[in-house]
């Protein structure tokens, strides 16, 4: 069952034919398709920020990315392959994270 505040989150999606679709947050996925064969990858994409810079590759480098599909809430590019990274945070102990609370403090007080 979907809660009040779910429903106020809900998108309606125009799809070809003549019906919407309602599609709540947790339905919009960022996909990454991809095989072992080829070079390439498909982004199918909700995210908004992801779609902006998405598009700003595709101005900056047509010919590394193209659009396949576009709708009024989500796109599909073709990336290459060697884009896609899994980028994991630091893990700190608890006296480095201090450490760098204080030269953050000792810097932003100084100027």
């Known amino acids: 069952m979907i809660d009040t505040i779910e429903l106020e989150q809900q998108t309606t999606i125009d799809h070809e034919q003549d019906y919407t679709i309602k599609l709540p947050n947790i339905e919009r996925e960022t996909i990454f398709l ?3 064969a080829e070079p390439n990858a498909e982004i199918e994409v909700y995210n908004q920020k992801l ?11 047509p010919e590394d ?3 396949t ?3 009024k809430y989500s796109s599909s590019y073709i990336i290459p ?3 896609i990274r899994i980028n994991p945070s ?3 102990s608890e006296e480095e994270k201090q450490k ?5 403090k000792q810097n932003t007080t100084a100027s």
């Open 69 to 71: 599909r576009q709708d």
């Open 90 to 92: 630091q893990i700190l």
């Open 51 to 61: 779609k902006r810079r998405l598009e700003q590759l595709r101005n900056e480098r």
């Open 81 to 83: 392959k060697s884009w």
């Open 100 to 104: 760098r609370r204080d030269v953050l």
């Open 34 to 36: 991809f095989n072992e």
């Open 65 to 67: 990315i193209r659009l």
